[in-house]
């Protein structure tokens, strides 16, 4: 129970024993009852007041904890602590707080504030602690006994009595001078970094705008990049994917619209090698240029014309009426090109070979597929003369398929040793018997039978395997020739000739694969000869007399095949290492009828006298060319009236025989 509790009781007790005193009805026997009555609340109370009393010890003892452990933390706390009165008048102060302003803690009680500020601020400080409502916060210089003003930081709450009254005011004082110093050492600091920060903020702007640029040039490149992959550098033209995604593009827009007709043009320059051999490279790219420009004026803004490379153009026609529309435009393409081209300060005229290929010709799946048929019949063109366009029709797509085919028999004869080498006697003139043998290939198709070497010679040149092949044969003859000369050493077989396409003899790597099969035959190189037509002379004559002396030098003999029927030059053919000149059977044959054939003949072979070179007739069949060509000086004969080309056995057996003509 409280005191105020209390209180009430005793007050409530006392106005109940007068009004039991007053009660007029109270009973003389009574008084008594009424005195015990009051006496045991009495008891009752003094034992609440000896309760109270006891929690009253309790609270004083608690409370005077609190006070000593608040006045330690007052006594012993960092920043100086005062309470003044209202008027200024310090009344307390903590330890720090007399340290702060160098006086004795004893001496500061009684003390005014402002005595302690500095002379500059007390005024503000006056007018501060006027106007001082509950709490404020700021900074001011305080004057100590001893030494300089410093600043601090002051923080003032107002003190109240029991009834609310302002009685005066707490203060803390917070020794700011170190870290006013480390601020004032700071500010150059700070002047510092905010250059640094503007001239990194300056350089990270100039970086960002480079990075911006080089964004900008990043896309640009892409840009450029995606271009140059979907588009040929020289001409600006679509390149070989882009035509290729169009075609594709268009080939699926026909499945699904059965009356969309289009068609491909494939178009070859005529003679574009001569030109940019002769005017040079620089003169060659600006006549595709002007080509590129000429063919896009000949097409619409719908169609799509594209270079796959080098020399070949190819137009896709889109949404055309009928076959004529496709003609019309190469019609065009024709007379454009057929204008004069100034290369040079000077004017060149160019034909171009068309394939047109139609949509409708065969159920296309493929875009290869409809571009390789305007290829082949752009190669029909070509062969039909040039400087004209043909159509793909079902008949080229039979060849195509038989080609084809033909070239998957060709790589598989060369694995299944489908190849033979037949044997066809080279005759001396002078004495009518066999100086050695001429090496013709033949190929014993599984299904066609024997097959002679026009039939698959070219195609194995287009695709390369000539090499493989002409080198076995080469090997072949060699190995034979050596094998009869090593068993028929008195028939005293002297030459072994082997053609030589034009593509072989320009392997970089003929002269050694020649000395390699010499050296693994075991076969003299005087014995071998090899025949090469006048076209090597006419294609490369420098290359080509390189490779002929190499070879003269090793030994081996050389001869012109069907000389007469090329375009050599005397001259250059004088330059030439040349052993023997083989006379066209073209030039043969009608020697019995036509007097001017027997005077040509005579005359190359007197020119033959003139070089030193001998000369080998082909194609002798009768016994009255024979005598001609005899009173003509010619060395050498070779045809069916001597033999027919025999395998290896039968020739064998030629040789046995040791003929006599």
Same mark, same amino acid.
Request: charged fraction near 30%; charge should be negative.
């Given at each position: 129970m409280n005191v105020d509790g209390f209180s009430q009781h005793i007050e409530k007790l006392r106005s109940h024993v007068q009004r039991l005193l007053q009660s007029s009805t109270i009973k003389p026997n009574s008084q008594q009852e009424i005195i015990t009555e009051v006496f045991e609340e009495l008891h009752t109370v003094v034992e609440e007041l000896l309760t109270a009393s006891e929690e009253l010890d309790v609270t004083r003892a608690a409370v005077e904890k609190e006070r000593q452990r608040y006045q330690e933390l007052f006594e012993f706390a960092p920043d100086g602590y005062l309470v003044t009165d209202t008027a200024g008048t310090i009344q307390e102060a903590n330890r720090a707080a007399a340290t702060l302003l160098c006086v004795r803690q004893k001496y500061l009680a009684g003390k005014l504030l402002i005595v302690f500020i500095a002379q500059q601020d007390r005024q503000f400080f006056s007018s501060q602690i006027n106007n001082l409502q509950e709490f404020l916060n700021w900074e001011i210089n305080v004057q100590p006994r001893r030494g300089t003003p410093f600043p601090v930081n002051i923080k003032a709450s107002a003190v109240y009595d029991l009834q609310r009254k302002k009685v005066g005011w707490r203060w803390l004082l917070c020794d700011i001078n170190e870290r006013k110093k480390a601020q004032e050492m700071?500010?150059?600091? @700070?002047?510092?970094? *905010?250059?640094?920060?503007? *001239?990194?903020t300056a350089e990270l702007v100039k970086a960002n705008q480079k990075l911006l640029t080089e964004i900008i040039e990043r896309k640009q490149s892409e840009s450029q990049l995606l271009h140059l992959a979907f588009h040929d550098a020289l001409t600006g033209l679509p390149n070989r994917a882009e035509f290729m995604n169009s075609l594709r593009h268009a080939i699926n827009y026909s499945k699904r619209h059965s009356d969309y007709l289009f068609a491909v043009l494939f178009i070859d320059l005529d003679r574009f090698k001569a030109i940019n051999d002769s005017l040079g490279h620089l003169n060659g790219d600006q006549l595709l240029l002007t080509t590129a420009s000429r063919l896009k004026v000949c097409v619409r803004s719908i169609d799509t014309a594209a270079r796959l490379g080098g020399d070949e153009f190819t137009i896709l026609l889109e949404g055309i009426q009928d076959v004529s529309d496709a003609i019309t435009v190469a019609e065009r393409i024709q007379q454009e090109l057929a204008l004069p081209f100034e290369l040079d300060e000077q004017e060149v005229f160019i034909t171009a070979s068309i394939g047109i290929a139609l949509s409708s010709t065969v159920n296309y799946e493929q875009p290869e597929e409809l571009?390789? /048929?305007?290829? $082949?019949? &752009? %190669?029909?063109? @070509?062969? #039909?003369?040039?400087?004209? %366009?043909?159509?793909? !029709?079902? /008949? &080229? %797509?039979? !060849?195509?398929?038989? @080609?084809?085919?033909? +070239?998957?028999?060709?790589?598989?004869?060369? +694995?299944r040793l489908e190849f033979e080498v037949y %044997? #066809?006697?080279i005759v001396s003139l002078t004495n009518g018997s066999i100086l050695g043998f001429e090496a013709l290939l033949r190929w014993e198709h599984p299904e066609r039978g024997l097959l002679n070497p026009a039939d698959f010679i070219p195609l194995a040149e287009e695709t390369?395997?000539?090499f493989s092949i002409g080198n076995w044969v080469l090997y072949e003859a060699c190995r034979q020739m050596q094998a009869w000369r090593v068993c028929h050493r008195s028939n005293l077989l002297e030459k072994i000739s082997v053609n030589l396409s034009l593509k072989q003899f320009f392997q970089p790597d003929l002269i050694e694969q020649i000395r390699q099969i010499l050296h693994s035959t075991g076969l003299d190189a005087g014995t071998l000869m090899l025949e090469v037509t006048e076209n090597i002379i006419v294609e490369n004559s420098d290359k080509a007399t390189a490779a002929l002396l190499q070879l003269r030098e090793m030994g081996i003999e050389l001869s012109i095949d069907d000389f007469g029927t090329g375009y050599s030059s005397l001259g250059r053919l004088y330059n030439f290492p040349i052993s023997v000149l083989k006379i066209d059977r073209s030039f043969i044959s009608p020697m019995g009828t036509n007097s001017k054939n027997v005077e040509i003949i005579e005359i190359i072979?007197?020119?033959?006298? @003139?070089?030193?070179?001998?000369?080998?007739?082909?194609?002798?069949? $009768?016994k009255e060319q024979l005598a001609l060509l005899r009173k003509l000086n010619c060395e050498y004969g070779q045809g069916y009236f001597f033999s027919v080309p025999l395998n290896s056995s039968a020739a064998e057996a030629l040789i046995m025989e040791n003929p006599r003509w």
């Open positions: 700071l500010h150059p600091a @700070k002047d510092e970094l *905010e250059i640094r920060v503007a *001239e990194r571009l390789r /048929d305007a290829d $082949t019949a &752009m %190669y029909r063109a @070509k062969v #039909q003369g040039r400087a004209r %366009y043909e159509l793909f !029709n079902s /008949d &080229m %797509y039979a !060849n195509t398929l038989a @080609k084809l085919q033909l +070239e998957t028999d060709l790589r598989q004869a060369i +694995e %044997y #066809q006697p390369g395997l000539i072979v007197t020119l033959a006298d @003139k070089l030193g070179v001998d000369v080998l007739a082909e194609g002798v069949e $009768t």
